[in-house]
């Protein structure tokens, strides 16, 4: 029911709740099938692993897809084979919570979401936070914060992350 659901948000967010604490290799199962059922598109030959949270059913995992334990992911659309260690959150961009003219934060919907792609084959390491699309073949260091897309083939650390030389 809470997957048939999914398209109300807070039924939705239930849901995910409580597929995120689903244990072992079960709860992995248990969360690739809901999420099939409420994201955008999700590959049942993926692994998601405990703990991991879509904030918004705006998102798609592709086949070959790995999600460590406690990642915390927004409006993403994961690429083939993409690896990502625990703890990563990728954010809906990097505007999500507005100003008004007077400096004052504005409501949360007032923000700018965007759709963030994680290419093919890229690997994104542990407490990575990505607010940017990082293109295929790509990595990203444990700790990084990308704030700027990430070509294709590189290779960024730090924060703000940047291309290692």
């Keep these: 029911m809470l997957s048939g659901f999914g398209r109300?948000?807070?039924?939705?967010?239930?849901?995910?709740h409580l597929v995120a604490l689903?244990?072992?290799?079960?709860?992995?199962?248990l969360r690739s099938a809901f999420y099939r059922l409420?994201?955008?598109?999700?590959?049942?030959?993926?692994?998601?692993?405990?703990?991991?949270?879509?904030?918004?059913?705006d998102a798609s995992v592709a086949e070959g897809a790995y999600i460590g334990p406690y990642?915390?992911?927004?409006?993403?659309?994961?690429?083939e084979h993409v690896q990502m260690a625990s703890l990563v959150?990728?954010?809906?961009?990097?505007?999500?919570?507005?100003?008004?003219?007077?400096?004052?934060l504005e409501s949360s919907e007032s923000g700018t979401f965007q759709r963030v792609t994680i290419g093919a084959h890229s690997w994104i390491g542990a407490a990575a936070i990505v607010?940017?699309?990082?293109?295929e073949k790509a990595t990203v260091g444990?700790?990084?914060?990308?704030?700027k897309p990430v070509a294709s083939g590189t290779t960024v650390v730090g924060n703000p992350a940047r291309a290692r030389e």
């Design 131 to 135: 607010m940017a699309d990082v293109g």
């Design 142 to 147: 444990a700790g990084a914060v990308v704030t």
């Design 71 to 79: 990642c915390v992911l927004g409006r993403v659309q994961i690429g």
């Design 89 to 104: 959150q990728v954010l809906s961009g990097a505007k999500q919570h507005g100003r008004d003219a007077q400096g004052n």
């Design 38 to 57: 409420t994201l955008q598109s999700c590959s049942l030959r993926c692994r998601i692993s405990f703990g991991v949270i879509f904030s918004n059913p």
């Design 8 to 16: 109300i948000r807070g039924t939705y967010l239930t849901g995910a």
């Design 22 to 29: 689903g244990p072992g290799l079960p709860g992995d199962y």
